[in-house]
């Protein structure tokens, strides 16, 4: 029986993890691509590939050429457009897919939520009166805070956000998470924060400022998922696993 090949469409933490447990093993060989959005990406523990692939046909061109068995979309969850190439190719190849997606944050007693359906609309929904906004999403999108200059914005990214906005009220912060409830609480005091610009991303590595806001009573502009074509979607490491065991059990490619 030969060895499966794997695909991981990474840029996560969830992905890294994945790599990790599927390196371990001696039935398969894993390449994890990246987007190359990340000037100085975390250690990876199988072989990697930076940039990315053209479109939709494309991947699925690289998927054929390279004799894929699965593929696995563990890209962000906002990373709309890759996740919707990753199931076209899917389909179009006929190859294996999964998603592995992380839940959705849910709203808890005390939490001061406003949903939006994107950056542009959580900055419109800020007010004409001035604000201190921490607008945690990262340098995509980062560019959006122009359009509303009165208020101040504190903006916090893995690589610096370039240009640096036309902005007179700006703070930029370069750090990656995980990030602890004691020092958000101390970020958002520092500040002066009264609203924070997030994305619904899920997981614990930065819901340590959605714990910090409701504690502190601060308002959230809660960025909500698009509903994208998905393919069959795990939301763990470990069902991920299991996915994958079930997927290339011998009973399955026996066709049985």
Known sequence: MGRSR?????????????????ATRDDCDVLLSLAGRTEKPAAQPVPVRIGGFG????????????????????????AERISANAAFAAETTGIAAIALRRPA???QPGDRWQG???IPAAIEALGPSPRRVFLATGRQGAHHAEAAPQHFYLIRSVDRVEPPLALA?????????????????????????DVIIAKNSGGAATYAKIEAARL????????????????????????????????????????V
């Open 55 to 78: 479109g939709a046909a494309a991947l699925a061109d690289f998927l054929k050429a390279g004799e894929y068995d699965l593929l696995i979309d563990a890209t962000h969850p906002f």
């Open 169 to 193: 009220g700006v703070e930029y912060i370069l750090d990656r998470g995980p990030f602890t409830l004691e020092d958000e609480c101390v970020l958002l005091r520092k500040h002066g924060i």
């Open 105 to 107: 944050w849910q709203r």
């Open 116 to 118: 939006v359906r994107s």
């Open 6 to 22: 794997i695909l991981i469409l990474g840029g996560t933490g969830e992905a890294r993890l994945l790599a990790g447990a599927l």
């Open 216 to 255: 502190l009573g601060i308002e959230v502009m809660m960025v909500a998922r698009e509903t994208a074509p998905e393919v069959a979607v795990v939301e763990t490491v470990e069902a991920a696993l299991a996915a994958i065991d079930h997927l290339f059990s011998p009973a399955m490619k026996r066709g």
